[in-house]
């Protein structure tokens, strides 16, 4: 059984920092395709970072540069380093695995569309 718990959200100011943690169980192929996805109200959830099949991390246009996805595979953790933070920024934030997939750790494969999904953690930036 898959098991994912955020940790580390809450209020930062503009510009400031944050990093959320993301504790996954019953992950058999991590990190591959572990991802973090935010959402703000009236608008779809939306993948932000993550890392590919083949292990390579991808970034949404709108984190390149400021946020950082990492892993450590001996506590099956999943961390977001979120540097100089805008108003944009403020979502819940969403840790995810991948349900289905192929190729893990392959230079061909798939992540899959389904995922399995934390409960959400809020980060709000404020002036």
């Known amino acids: 059984q898959v098991q994912l718990a955020e940790s580390g959200g809450g209020s930062a100011q503009f510009g400031g920092s944050l990093r959320l943690t993301c504790t996954g169980s019953g992950i058999i192929h991590w990190p591959y395709c572990m991802a973090w996805f935010r959402q703000v109200p009236g608008k779809e959830r939306e993948g932000i970072a993550a890392?590919?099949?083949?292990?390579?991390?991808m970034y949404h246009d709108s984190v390149k540069g400021r946020f950082t996805i990492s892993q450590d595979s001996a506590k099956n953790t999943l961390s977001l380093e979120m540097n100089n933070l805008n108003f944009e920024d403020t979502a819940m934030y969403y840790c995810a695995a991948p349900t289905k997939g192929y190729g893990f750790g392959t230079a061909s494969g798939d992540c899959g569309s389904n995922r399995y999904w934390g409960q959400g953690i809020q980060v709000t930036v404020s002036s």
């Open positions: 890392f590919n099949y083949d292990g390579a991390t």
